[in-house]
């Protein structure tokens, strides 16, 4: 099994950026689609991007233009560059690692004034 772990989450003004960050373990991660969820108090935990091996990138209408997801495989590292952020964004944000299922424990992020 997968080892994720998140990190970059905190509490941000509307309009400010964060940057979360995604570890995984294992040594095949250049070959893994990976990607961010999140989950809003009270909602079901929806898809916010993915970042395939070759870079191709797909994401939730409502973040494009907004959210940029990278990796570096060098690092085992996927990244969520989050702008202009919004009270709607406000949620735990996990990693997700779709090839084996693997979920990291969440990073909360809170946007507000």
């Known amino acids: 099994q997968v080892q994720l772990v998140e990190s970059g989450g905190g509490l941000v003004q509307p309009g400010g950026s964060l940057r979360l960050s995604c570890v995984a373990s294992?040594?095949?991660?250049?070959?893994?689609?990976m990607e961010w969820y999140r989950q809003a108090p009270g909602k079901e935990r929806e898809f916010v991007a993915s970042i395939i091996s070759g870079g191709n990138t797909n994401y939730l209408d409502s973040v494009k233009g907004r959210f940029t997801i990278s990796r570096d495989n060098a690092k085992n590292t996927v990244y969520l560059q989050m702008n202009s952020l919004e009270p709607e964004d406000t949620g735990v944000y996990y990693c997700?690692?779709?090839?084996?299922?693997?979920w990291g424990q969440g990073t909360q992020v809170t946007v507000s004034s």
């Open positions: 997700r690692q779709r090839n084996t299922g693997s």
């Open positions: 294992g040594t095949f991660f250049r070959l893994f689609i």
